[in-house]
């Protein structure tokens, strides 16, 4: 790919897969998360999946994490929730030889059960993800998109879901 043809951006790129595997070696994302996310450190965030299409991220039910009705206290799930949607734009902004931004624009949640256990977010738009990089690489215009991720108990059964707006802006 070269800054000529931004459209010519790829997605299974070396660049890509060297930011997916650093997130699931644990060291390296405890580092990252340490310089970016320190209360995503604190609060047990983890990684669990990450490739092209999929994301799924972790929070665990414990003392830090707990509000005083005995379940997972909503900002630790949004934050969970946050990084499943964020970590698929991520590393495609992070691999991208033309300098784009990336930012949170918009949130919505519901919550369909108490979270009294582990929660994992799963969110399946890394595709959507991919398309809206491309367009603004193409066109140098924002690309807004709604990704949506969905948070189970260790029972599958679902706790809460969330909706972030995301915008990508190729910069310059």
Not at 121 to 147: H, N, P, S, Y
Request: with cysteine; proline share 5%; aromatic share 10%.
């Amino acid at each position: 790919m070269n800054q000529a043809d931004p459209a010519a951006f790829d997605p299974n790129s070396p660049a890509v897969e060297k930011v997916r595997r650093r997130v699931h070696n644990p060291w390296l994302l405890r580092l990252f998360m340490l310089a970016k996310l320190p209360l995503g450190l604190i609060a047990g965030l983890r990684v669990r999946h990450l490739d092209r299409r999929v994301c799924e991220v972790s929070v665990p039910y414990g003392w830090v994490t707990t509000n005083p009705f005995r379940s997972t206290y909503f900002a630790a799930l949004s934050m969970a929730a946050e990084m499943s949607t964020g970590a698929l734009g991520l590393a495609l902004v992070q691999a991208s030889e033309t300098p784009v931004s990336f930012l949170n624009v918009g949130m919505d949640a519901k919550f369909t059960k108490k979270a009294t256990d582990l929660t994992t977010f799963r969110c399946e738009d890394g595709d959507r993800f991919i398309e809206a990089m491309r367009e603004t690489l193409r066109t140098g215009k924002a690309v807004q998109l709604d990704a949506v991720t969905v948070g189970t108990n260790e029972a599958s059964a679902e706790v809460a879901r969330f909706t972030f707006t995301w915008s990508f802006k190729r910069k310059g």
